[in-house]
C-alpha cells in the first residue's frame, strides 16, 4: 500500500483527520482539487468573519460620538479592505501547510475518484490505502431562475468579492449565511433586504432567540420579510427586479443592485465512485453507518457536511478526529453536542434543545431569560438589546438548552456546551460565581431566572 490513510479534500474536518492521524504514526496523504484549507478558511467561515470585524469596527466608529468619541466620517478603502481579508485567508491557509509539511503529510493535487475499496485515483494517478477518510464538504444551493453570475447575482463567495458597495443589497435566506453578509453590506452602507420563505430568521433556531434577532436587525434599519417567496428575476437599467410572494399569493416587485442567493449548501457525495463499490450516497450526503465515522465498507470513513447535518466547521473538526483515531485502531467514538453561532451583530448561539424541541421530546420545561438591558456590563458597551435563556427539565433540574443573542454570544456558547456534557443542572449553574460586570454572568442570570430567584429581574416565569 502507498499509504496506511489517505483523506480526500482538506478542509477543517479533513485537515484535522489528517494531522491527527499522522500524529498517531499512519503515513498520511490529504488529496485536495483546490486551496488547503477548503472553503471554510479560503472562501467561507474565515474570509466572513475577517469581514464581519471590519464592519463591526465601522459601525462602532460611526456611533463613537455617543461615547463622546468623534473620529469624523470613516472612510472606506475597499481595496485595503479586500487586502487585509485575503491576508488573514493567507496566514490561516499557509498555517496548514506548515502543520501538513511538519507532520510529513503529502498533499496530494487533484480531484479524488475510488476505483476499489483501497484505490484512487488522482488525476492521472493510482494510489492505494489501507483506509480512506472522505471529506469533501459542500456547495451553495442554486435556484433555477437565480443562477450566480458572479457580478449582480452572487453565491457566498462572490459576496465575498467587493469591488464596489451596492445601494441596494438583497438576500434571498435568512439564515446564518444570508444574515452575516447582510450584516456586512449594512455596516457598508448598503439597503437591505432578507428574504426568508419560512415564517421567521433562523428558523431552526429557538423562537425567543430568533424574534430578538430580528428585533435588533430591523433597529438597524434592516428589512426583513418572512413567509415571502422569491419568485423570478429580471434585470432591468433600474437594477435586479425580484419579484417576491408572501404567504396569501400577493406579489410585488423589489429592485435591488446585488443579489444574494444563500438557501442553503447541498454536500458534495456524487461523483467519487462511492455507487460503485455499494455505498449510499443520499441526496450527496454519504452519511456514516456507526459513530466511528465508517460507511458500509470499513475501509471508508464519512466525516464533515458531506456525512450529515449540521454543516458546520467544528463538528467536522472532532468527526474528523474520531475518523482518524479509530483507523488509527484507537477506541474513538463521536458522541458530543454541537453548538452554533450566526456571527451577525449582536451574535445568535445556541447549543442543546430549543424550548419547542424539549417540549416535543416529552420534557416538562422551566425557563429561565435574561434580557441584556439588565446588565451592567452590557450597558457599557452601549448594549440595551439582547438575551440569554436556558430551558432545563422541571423534574430533574438538568439544563437542556441554552440560546443567546447578544455580544460574545459565540464565546459564551462553549461554557453552555461544557455544561451540557457534564449533566450541569440549573443549580449547578446558578451557585457557579461568574466574574462581575461580564457579559458571562448572565448565563447565571438566566439560571437563577428560571430557579426563581433572579436578583437584577422580576422571577415571574411564563
Known sequence: MDYDLIVIGSGPGGYHAAIRAAQLGLKTACVEKDSVGGVCLNIGCIPTKALLHVAEDLREAKHAKEYGLDFGEPKVDLKAVMNWKDSVVKKNT??????????????????????????????????????????????????????????????????????????????IGGSAIGLEFCDVYNSFGSEITVVELMDRIVPLADSDASKELHKAFEKRGIIIKTSTKAVSQKKTKKGIEVTLEDKDGKQEVVVVDKLLVAVGRRPNGLGLGLEDLGIKVERGYVPPV?????????????????????????????????????????????????????????????????????????????????????????????????????????????????????????????????????????????????????????????AEHALGHAIHISNRRR
Open 94 to 171: 499557509g498555517g496548514v501547510n506548515m502543520l501538513f509539511k511538519g507532520n510529513k503529510i503529502d498533499l496530494l493535487s487533484g480531484e479524488g475518484k475510488f476505483l476499489d475499496k483501497n484505490t484512487v485515483t488522482v488525476g492521472d494517478k493510482k494510489y492505494t490505502a489501507e483506509k480512506f477518510i472522505i471529506a469533501t464538504g459542500s456547495s451553495p444551493i442554486v435556484i433555477p431562475g437565480f443562477e450566480p453570475d458572479g457580478e449582480a447575482i452572487v453565491d457566498s463567495t462572490g459576496a465575498l468579492l467587493m469591488s464596489e458597495i451596492p445601494k441596494r443589497f438583497m438576500a
Open 290 to 446: 456507526n459513530d466511528h465515522m465508517q460507511t458500509a465498507l470499513d475501509t471508508i470513513y464519512t466525516i464533515g457536511d458531506v456525512a450529515r447535518a449540521p454543516l458546520l466547521a467544528h463538528k467536522a473538526m472532532k468527526e474528523g478526529i474520531v475518523a482518524a483515531e479509530h483507523a488509527a485502531g484507537k477506541p474513538s467514538a463521536y458522541d458530543t453536542i454541537v453548538p452554533s453561532v450566526i456571527y451577525t451583530s449582536p451574535e445568535l448561539a445556541s447549543v442543546g434543545m430549543t424550548e419547542e424541541e424539549a417540549k416535543a421530546a416529552g420534557h416538562k420545561v422551566k425557563i429561565g431569560k435574561f434580557p441584556l438591558a439588565a446588565s451592567g456590563r452590557a450597558a457599557t458597551l452601549g448594549v440595551s438589546d439582547g438575551l440569554v435563556k436556558v430551558i432545563g427539565d422541571e423534574e430533574t433540574d438538568l439544563l437542556l438548552g441554552f440560546h443567546m443573542v447578544g455580544p460574545s454570544a459565540g464565546d459564551m456558547v462553549s461554557e453552555a456546551s461544557l455544561a451540557l456534557e457534564m449533566g450541569a443542572t440549573l443549580e449547578d449553574i446558578a451557585l457557579t460565581q461568574h466574574a462581575h460586570p461580564t457579559i458571562a454572568e448572565t448565563f447565571m442570570e438566566a
